[in-house]
């Protein structure tokens, strides 16, 4: 297990976050966030019951350095879930801000666990996401944020995405 001291003494990190220790992560307190909970107090935390389906899902997704479809889910996962169930998981974790939505070239949703700071209905997942015109994979390109755009007057943005194609490390 990682460990870091912080403000609040000593924190530590659950192996296998996807983020590390640190999350470089814009909001306009523009602090970083620190990985600190399990993934069973990450799903309480986002009004969701545990269960060994949600649980193996959220891990995969967060162990993934790509954003999976749910075939790639049911092909991963170690013990056989049921369509309609992993469906709802996958919805259930857009919806309550632990994982977003991409759809791949093919019009495909894949999903990709979000940083800590998202939360039921409000996703603050400010990063460019790579599609491979070659492979079909999508990336999560964290390091890319979104650029900041005014919009004309009387316009209310409520969500952006930048989207990037070419070829993956894998392909190119
Ligand atoms: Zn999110
Ligand atoms: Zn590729
Ligand atoms: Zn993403």
Redesign the pocket.
């Known amino acids: 297990m990682f460990s870091s001291k912080g403000s609040s003494g000593r924190l530590h990190v659950q192996p296998g976050c996807k983020y590390g220790l640190f999350v470089p992560f814009v909001q306009h307190s523009g602090i970083n966030y620190l990985c600190t909970m399990t993934n069973e107090e990450r799903l309480r935390n986002h009004g969701l019951r545990v269960t060994d389906t949600r649980m193996a899902v959220l891990d995969l997704l967060q162990r993934s350095s790509k954003a999976l479809s749910q075939a790639d889910v049911e092909r991963a996962l170690p013990e056989q879930a049921d369509r309609v169930t992993l469906f709802r998981v996958l919805q259930a974790f857009e919806e309550n801000g632990l994982a977003h939505r991409v759809q791949d070239t093919k019009g495909v949703a894949r999903y990709a666990s979000c940083a800590p700071g998202c939360s039921t209905h409000k996703h603050h997942d400010v990063h460019a996401h790579f599609r ?6 999508v990336y999560c390109l964290e390091s890319v944020l979104l650029p900041k755009v005014s919009i004309p007057k009387g316009f209310t943005l409520k969500e952006s995405h930048l989207q990037l194609e070419g ?6």
């Open positions: 491979c015109t070659d492979c079909g994979d070829s993956c490390k894998a392909c190119a």
